[in-house]
């Protein structure tokens, strides 16, 4: 049965290996006593970015020396820190949040396994959870996609992959690029209900709903910053529940059947091809 260890002795004793270690995303209080002790008692902290990490550190009182790692790190560079992390503890952090969800450390934790170093996750806060967690919208299932492409092809692309999961999608997005990944889910996804959290943890948390087209214009009046977490709930009905006739004969009276299959599978999640073939059928009728 785990108990819950004094602080020093959670500093002491650490195994040699790789601990990845969670970290506040916006509440510096929102840190494990056992992260905490990691972060004490690891020889080195291999971080995104000094400063950032440095205002935690100091916020808790720890001096444990602090090294610079991103995905822009050498190979000579994560080869040292594995070599080190061979023979005694280091830790590796993201600026905010779970290292390696949409954060810096794959390959790194890829090459400790593959060579044998010891790797131990230390868990904590994560944006992705505690946005669907304020969100109200469906949780039994979810994916986390990661952020949206830029270029605009490229996101209506990714968006028209996703058409067919029936679960809550979740999405990282900046600030400045809100509104225009707004726009792309209301051209794909019209009706379906979105939710933006923003300065989580913070003083002004928000976690505003809606759909897509009235959240852009919101955020285009007020253009937010920083990192942000976008969710877009399942399909209006579920293939299991979708009727799909009925949903092309109502698409198919404002439509061609090419759109209308389109539309319909966007709503259901249900195959494009096979609903094009039954719209033209019920054409013909």
């Known amino acids: 049965m785990n108990t819950l260890l004094p602080e020093s002795d959670l ?6 290996g790789l601990y990845i270690v969670a970290t506040p995303i916006g509440n510096l209080g929102d840190i494990t006593v056992r992260a905490l002790g990691v972060l004490r008692g690891v020889s080195l902290i291999a971080c995104e ?3 950032v990490t440095g205002k935690l550190l100091k916020a808790h009182g720890i001096s444990t020396r602090m ?22 503890p280091v830790a590796l952090v993201s ?14 934790v890829r090459e400790a396994r593959e060579s044998g170093v010891t790797v131990t996750s230390i868990p904590g806060a994560c ?47 900046t600030g400045p690029r809100l509104e225009r990944s707004l726009r792309a889910i209301a ?26 087209a009235d959240l852009a214009d919101h955020y285009s009046e007020h253009p937010p910053k ?11 009905e579920s293939a299991s529940k979708a009727d799909p006739d009925a949903l092309l004969r109502e698409a198919l009276s404002e439509m061609s059947a090419s759109k209308a299959a389109k539309e319909v599978a966007k709503a259901t999640g249900l195959d494009r091809q096979t609903l094009y073939a039954r719209a033209v059928e019920l054409r013909a009728e």
Request: hydrophobic share 40%.
């Open 67 to 88: 090294q610079r790692y991103d995905d822009h790190a050498s190979e000579e560079t994560r080869a040292r820190l594995l070599e080190r992390a061979r023979n005694v």
């Open 49 to 51: 970015d000094t400063r």
């Open 187 to 212: 051209q794909v996804w019209p009706q379906r209900e979105v939710a933006v959290a923003r300065e989580l943890t913070k003083l002004h948390e928000e976690c505003r709903s809606g759909i897509a």
């Open 95 to 108: 600026d905010a949040g779970t290292p390696l969800v949409s954060d810096p450390g794959y390959r790194l």
């Open 226 to 236: 920083g990192e942000i977490v976008l969710l877009v709930g399942p399909p209006v």
């Open 127 to 173: 944006a992705a959870v505690v946005g669907l967690t304020l969100s109200g919208l469906p949780n039994d299932r979810f994916l986390f996609a990661g952020f949206l492409p830029v270029k605009e092809k490229a996101r209506a692309d990714v968006l028209e992959e996703l058409c067919a999961v029936d679960a809550t999608l979740v999405f990282y997005e």
């Open 11 to 16: 500093s002491n004793d650490l195994e040699p």
